[in-house]
């Protein structure tokens, strides 16, 4: 699909650097009610029930780079991995993320800076879309309610899916499967 063919997300502020003033411009968002829903719905989350972004886009002197840095707040209820039981959660988070136009600048800079840099797709930045990315990956994601254990789950529990979903927390980082990956096997299986 082609980014103009794209659907518009679900909280969207897109920023021209072209049209930034030479100091920058800083940004509040808050999303509304459909604007939470939405974003709830699409990150798989029970509700979102306040949703926040204080941001500042300012050019990086002496580069064709921008930093969009500020600070994200939100408070979400998500599922438990164990019990379904809703689990309340708060993110209030800094963020800061370097932005540029070619694809060699980027590298140069994160050779010199040892930090990553975005590559800027087209003439635009959705901060909104950013913040809402964001936010989700500050998310825990295999969140449990207090005292959710798997012995809850009892013996039926097979010993191979107890250990997986045990070691969730690594898994991503050892490359091993989500727990929610694996009970899909399972069912394919039968």
């Known amino acids: 699909m082609a980014a103009r063919d794209a659907p518009t997300p679900e909280f969207s502020l897109v920023v021209h650097p072209s049209e930034l003033p030479a100091g920058g411009r800083r940004y509040v968002l808050e999303a509304g009610p459909k604007e939470r829903a939405a974003l709830a719905s699409r990150f798989g989350l029970v509700s979102i029930e306040a949703f926040t972004a204080e941001m500042e886009l300012e050019r990086v002197p002496g580069g064709d780079f921008l930093r969009l840095k500020g600070r994200l707040r939100a408070d979400v209820v998500q599922s438990c991995v164990v019990t379904l039981e809703p689990v309340r959660a708060a993110v209030d988070e800094t963020v800061d993320i370097l932005y540029a136009a070619d694809p060699g600048g980027a590298e140069a800079f ?14 635009s930045l959705d901060i909104g ?3 809402a990315e964001e936010m989700a990956l500050m998310l825990d994601p295999y969140p449990r309610a207090p005292g959710a254990s798997l012995e809850a789950l009892g013996p039926s529990l097979p010993a191979r899916l107890r250990e997986e979903i045990e070691g969730a927390g690594t898994a991503e ?17 039968q």
Do not use: N
């Open 110 to 123: 994160e050779d010199d800076m040892t930090r990553d840099v975005e590559l800027l797709e087209g003439d």
């Open 129 to 131: 879309e950013i913040a």
């Open 173 to 189: 980082r050892e490359g091993r499967r989500a727990p929610f990956e694996i009970l899909a096997a399972m069912k394919r299986k």
